[in-house]
């Protein structure tokens, strides 16, 4: 099975889990959706049917990867463009 590059794993984590806990503070519909697209999101990408059981694997498999040197977050579409070098 193919597994997401960690960075991309460790922040859908994070999300679902900041957003969860705000949802059930505050009870707001917008958050809801996004929690719910989240949740999706990690039981595809670790190949499970139930968000519980998506971040048990999700935390296992961020569990073997050795820390970055530098803390490195995914790069938007914008910002590769913006990195690369411009054309002669």
């Given amino acids: 099975m193919l597994r997401p590059h960690p960075a991309v794993l460790r922040h859908l984590v994070d999300e679902y889990e900041a957003l969860s806990?705000?949802?059930?503070?505050s009870e707001q519909a917008d958050l809801s959706t996004r929690v719910h697209d989240l949740a999706y999101t990690l039981c595809v990408s670790t190949g499970t049917r139930d968000v519980e059981r998506a971040l048990e694997v999700a935390h296992q498999w961020l569990e073997t990867v050795p820390p970055p040197a530098r803390e490195t977050t995914p790069l938007t579409v914008t910002e590769r463009r913006m990195a690369a070098p411009e054309p002669a």
Wanted: aromatic letters at 0%.
């Fill in 21 to 25: 806990a705000a949802v059930a503070a």
